[in-house]
């Protein structure tokens, strides 16, 4: 049977979804200026996947995940839950498909209100679906303990409950109705290491018991690392590279993916003392102001070697010499072996591999990755 035939089916996708943003605030700089927080981004999550979404503050994740909850409207592009198009569907329709689709905040504690018991929060969505009855109680309950919490803690307030605790509300709250998408926006970034992994595992769990798809969003590739099937590297609204998760990790094609592996923590410290700081320069760009041709042109090594190796036409910009396609063409996502797409004129190839890609892989250890299973 062919890749395609045995592959699940998509429970999400997202197609050249954008999102342009207008930025209020007279006093700024950047007032009325328009944000291309998403710009043509089209993905698939497939029914039982988690799709790691990776990128640095700023590069749009949030924005996306809300889009595919239509939290935020799309400025164009279309989206598909379950393989039906709901982009224009009504508000009606929309309340209907969240049912499917729910979303986990980084920080729960703001979401949960600290006058209300927690019993009452997880059971609001059933009664603002009209689906509370005589089973609601029995439902609560239930979902309290599918992510570890006693039901018996059910009238306690948010404030009785540590950090990992409330999180397993928020989990706990999306799960209620039973959805089979979640977007999980840093669903542990605000979190201890060892409670991270805690939640990570639960989250594992319930994903193999129940089928569900995930949307996993986080600013670094550390904490994606084992919940991701595959992982989209998103940068200034773009996604700038898409693999199978043991591919991103072991051959990074985009420099951007490999900037971002050079920040990966790494647990054995004789590894951590030959660390190089950073391989990419400076912050990310403005959203206001995207360079031209190639978006991550201003800060790539890559294209600084490539343009010093000679053999392509350059062009200098500022100190830098550099590649003129980076400078003028914007790279379209391509194919890059099996399912894997990247966005780069000169991505790395473990062929044509840079010193700075090797070195920043041997110092990450090309570490080991335990297999997971759809
Ligand atoms: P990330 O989640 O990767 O940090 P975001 O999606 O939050 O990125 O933001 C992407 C860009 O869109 C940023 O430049 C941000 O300032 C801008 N942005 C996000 N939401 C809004 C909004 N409601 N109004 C104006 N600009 C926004």
Known sequence: MSDTLSAPPPALELVDATRVFTRRGGLFKSAGKAVRAVDGVSLTIRAGETLGLVGESGSGKSTLGRLALRLVEPTSGRLLVDGRDVTGVSKAEMQAMRRDIQMVFQDPYGSLDPRVTIGQSIAEPLKVHGLWDSDGPQKVAGVMSLVGLDPSHADRYPHQFSGGQRQRIGIARALTLDPKILVLDEPVSALDVSIQAQIINLLQRIQRERGLSYL???????????????????????????????????????????????????????????????????????????????????????????????????????????????????????????????????????????????????????????????
Request: hydrophobic letters at 40%.
């Open 216 to 374: 996993f969003i986080a600013h670094d590739l550390a904490v994606v690392r084992h919940v991701s099937h595959r992982i989209a590297v998103m940068y200034l609204g773009k996604v700038v590279e898409m693999a199978e998760r043991d591919n991103l990790y072991r051959r990074p094609l985009h420099p951007y993916t490999v900037s971002l592996l050079a920040a990966v923590p790494i647990a054995d410290v004789r590894m951590r003392n030959r660390r190089r700081t950073s391989v990419t320069m400076g912050e990310i760009g403005s959203a206001t102001n995207v360079p031209p041709g190639c978006r991550f042109h201003p800060r790539c090594y890559r294209a600084r070697l490539v343009a010093a190796a000679g053999g392509v036409p350059t062009e200098r910009s500022g100190d830098a010499l550099l590649p003129r396609a980076c400078l003028i063409d914007q790279p379209a996502l391509k194919a890059c072996g099996g399912t894997d797409q990247v966005a780069c004129h000169f991505p790395e190839t473990p062929e044509t591999r840079s010193e700075v890609a090797t070195a920043v892989l041997q110092d990450i250890g090309y570490p080991p990755i335990r297999p997971i299973t759809l």
